[in-house]
């Protein structure tokens, strides 16, 4: 079983960054991939971007050249670094895993909140 921890969140101007972590506990060498998705008040919960075992991040077209996602050493932990963030990523952010043989998220942590204002 994999526990995942986030933080970062928090509540930003537009043009200003932030960086979201997130640490996997329990079972991490089971994990295959892990990354984010994100929801917006009234919208569904959407895929920001992910990571695989070999360290290649792909991202969604409305963020991929503001948002950097990236792992730690011990590649329990994650990092999305978010710059030139505009009032449309203002969301609850969670950090999924995924095993190997999973096709859907396996664990999820709690959301962590991102709020762009100005």
């Known amino acids: 079983q994999v526990q995942l921890v986030e933080s970062g969140g928090g509540v930003v101007q537009p043009g200003e960054s932030l960086t979201l972590s997130c640490a996997a506990s329990?079972?991490?060498?089971?994990?295959?991939?892990m990354g984010w998705y994100r929801q917006a008040p009234g919208h569904q919960r959407e895929l920001v971007a992910t990571i695989d075992d070999g360290g290649t991040a792909r991202y969604r077209d409305s963020i991929m050249s503001r948002f950097k996602l990236s792992r730690g050493p011990a590649k329990n932990t994650i990092y999305l670094q978010m710059k030139n963030l505009k009032p449309e990523d203002t969301a609850i952010y969670f950090c999924?895993?995924?095993?190997?043989?999973?096709?859907?998220?396996?664990?999820w942590g709690q959301g962590t909140q991102v709020t762009v204002f100005s």
């Open positions: 999924f895993s995924r095993n190997l043989n999973s096709a859907t998220p396996d664990s």
């Open positions: 329990g079972t991490p060498w089971t994990i295959d991939n």
